[in-house]
């Protein structure tokens, strides 16, 4: 199983801040990874996939990044909404696999 | 529009089996590179891939759980069935279905429906 490291688990940070969350895979899965945006209560929100392409929808301040192993996605300035979990999900191989989760509060 | 919601008990007994309906409209389970899964979330926990079936019938499970589970689809009805046999209590989550629309991505979800596995 490919096994998907995010960090950090948690970060702090202020309204108009710039985020960065990265995620690892345990072996290279070439540009097949999705983030998502999941709030209490709530299902899971596609955001990212490919790595870097954007779900319909989503706002332009929130972008991906990276191919084989490592990956990040960025928040370029945090509005209130985005205080919320984030999940990366490999799409290689089977089994899928997600990461941890990274939970963004404010500071 | 798409839209998914699960469906089933809310509390089954320790090694009884549970089956899960997801109930869809807004597209076809019959449309090539379409397909939905299931994943689940203990509380307070990670998100965990359960299985995926796609439009030509093809079956994905997780190892760990393979014995355990099975998916179907019934295309005239919009629904996709999973069944998880011997549940225990470390069974409890919040179960979603999710679509998957050309690559292995969870495009949209349902809202979730917490089992409790409980005596």
Known sequence: DIQMTQSPS???ASIGDRVTITCRA???ISSWLAWYQQKPGKAPKLLIYAASSLQSGVPSRFSGSGSGTDFTLTISSLQPEDFATYY???ANSFPITFGQGTRLEIK | QITLKESGPTLVKPTQTLTLTCTFSGFSLSTSGVGVGWIRQPPGKALEWLALIYWDDDKRYSP???SRL???KDTSKN???LTMTNLDPVDTATYYCAQILNWNYFDSWGQG???????
Do not use: A, E, P, W
Not at chain 2, 113 to 119: A, D, G
């Open chain 1, 10 to 12: 948690s970060v702090s």
């Open chain 1, 26 to 28: 345990s072996q290279g």
């Open chain 2, 70 to 72: 099975t998916i179907t």
């Open chain 1, 88 to 90: 990366c999900q490999q």
């Open chain 2, 113 to 119: 429906t917490l089992i409790t596995v409980s005596s």
């Open chain 2, 79 to 81: 629904q996709v069935v």
């Open chain 2, 64 to 66: 760990s759980l393979k």
